[in-house]
């Protein structure tokens, strides 16, 4: 009989649709990918929920200023929302809008339990509303929110009442049984704190907006978004049949810690109140900074997680994020950083090791894994150093072994779960450089130790494969082909991973990079290039899982899209005459120029450093594209952009020029 497996239910938060994403909310949803991969190789049935929130004044007035109805603006932000996930290998399983149909049943199912225990009655609210957090706020007209510092807005409406007062108590001794309902312990303590200050009825209902769920039987009354959405996590899993599915109560609510009260707090009271099991935890993450303040559209310091994937790969910044970051702790993004990590860790790291260990298996073995018992002779010294890798492979997937893998991860403490799978393939480089296959392959007597080397450094790397999986899970997925393993890598139990495992005899494939190096400079200069540029419109969500693509794929992966006359229009190119050129310090490639383009004198970088002299530069007629946005290259303005052919497979750049000579200004058409 098949085993009944435990089952799993974790949830991201739901994000909302009047921005696109950043890196600060793709963390959110990678740690949750990361755990929900963990889990289920651990053996549960896990269920990962994600979505959009779309009600809210924001929504309404961000539709209204894109001409378009409600229901169309979140349509096609879901969309892009979904797709990035998708591109990022984010399994979400359920994907809740909160415009869908189920979640509006659910939502007024919650209101009329909590409603028919007497927890909800009619009054009228007066005070400061902050939009931008869906908070009502205790500051007076005219102060800002306290929490995020934007104005607040005076609202006075009827409402329908939510008694959280009558919480307080049975909150905190939930909380008191309850001592890991919300890690970490800093936001517990805040949490326990704000309740015991005291708890005051929060209005549910609102009758200023109209774009909301209606509340059946009292319109104009729409559900306040943090009722509508909190509820989202019930919907997702059969809403009022939650039975059904087996999925309620949630496992672990992921968070950002300036959300934490909502779900802290009023969820676990709303669901008090309807006599619904309350969920297990709460986890409470720190933010992703930049330049040392929140990443956050509203202080336009986000940088998008698109030019990252397109120019590293996916698993460049699920690594990146999930190493540099203490879980629970802020942690802050920077490119160069980034670039940095992905060259030690991930190219000259895992995938040189990978490269290096499957190319001796080529070339020494007959692409075949070794037999690693054909190595009758091995001296005491040899047998130590194997055993050494052995013993400290098996180490990590063990649970109670506070420097394994599996222990860490179950912590949710990602970074130090890396850092272990990071010692281990340090230890293997290691291990290759004292034992030295080739040069033992140099000598036909020393075959079987040859075979036992490879065997021990290809284990070793399956192991990393199957560890580093939730965390990575394009590359582990070509690194298990590589190794000639054709079951599904997701399926692989991390408890009983055992030494040995790898068939001798396996066919491996061909060695690969799977992290090709990348120049820093031009790879920052290609993701801050990406990342001036205007976000594009939602799109068709892209084939799961692997869109992402290593340093040179990214381009060839969008088919090339016909535009019409009028799009080209849109481009203004003009003769421009260079006047100045000089180099920029600490950017190889980037020359700074000024351009005279007709009407004015523009400064302009261009990627040409490494193949004009700027002396022979001045005087030169060059195309220029007139109507770029300014963007700034490592911190210089650059305002237009000069036209080149990228020519041979390095992309050496060659200006376009003209045969006869052109007037400064004309326009190209
Ligand atoms: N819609 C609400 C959540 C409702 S859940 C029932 C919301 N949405 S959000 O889009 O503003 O934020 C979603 C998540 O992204 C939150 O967990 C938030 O903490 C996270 N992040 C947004 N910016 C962030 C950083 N700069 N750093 C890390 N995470 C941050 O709140």
Known sequence: ?????????LTTPIYYTNGLPHIGHTYSTIVCDTIRRYKRMRGYEVVMTTGTDEHGVNVERSAKKACVPESEFVAKMAAEWRALWDELGVQGDEFIRTTDLKHAHTVQWLFKQCRDNGFVYPGHYTGQYCIYDNAYVDVKPGENCPDCGRPTETVTEANFYFKLSAFQKPLLDWYAKHPDFIQPEARRNEVLSFVEGGLRDLSITRTSIRWGIPVPGEEPHVFYVWFDALTAYLSAVGGPQYEKTGFWPADLHLVGKEIIR??????PAFLMAAGLPLPKQIWA??????DSAKMSKSLGNVVRPRPIVNVLGMDALRYYLLRETVFGQ???FSYDALVQR????????????????????EKYCASAIPNPSDSAAVSEDDEALDRGIRTWAEILTRDES???????????????ALEAIWSFISAVDVYLTSTQPWVLAEDPTKKERVARVLYTAAESLRFVAV?????LPDSTVKLWKQLGQTNPIGDQRIEVLAWGQLRPGTKIAKAESLFPRIEKQEAIERMEAMESEPQKPAVAPAASGNAATGPSGAAAQTAPEKIAIEDFAKVEMRVGQIKTAERIIGADKLLKLTVDIGSEVRQICAGIAQYYEPDALVGRKVVVVVNLAPRKLRGVESNGMIV??????????????FTEDVEVGARLK
Do not use: C
């Open 262 to 267: 909502f779900h802290a707090v009023y969820w």
């Open 342 to 361: 992905y060259n030690s860790d991930l190219a000259n790291g895992l995938g040189n090791l990978a490269s290096r260990t499957l190319t001796m298996i």
């Open 1 to 9: 009989m098949a085993q009944v497996k435990p089952k799993f239910y």
């Open 330 to 332: 802020d942690g802050s």
């Open 644 to 657: 080149a052919a990228s020519v041979g497979p390095e992309g050496r750049p060659v200006l376009a020029a």
């Open 402 to 416: 506070p420097q394994g893998v599996a222990h860490r991860y179950g912590q949710f403490d990602f970074s130090r």
């Open 285 to 290: 993450h720190g933010w992703l900074l930049m």
């Open 467 to 471: 560890l580093a999986h939730p965390v």
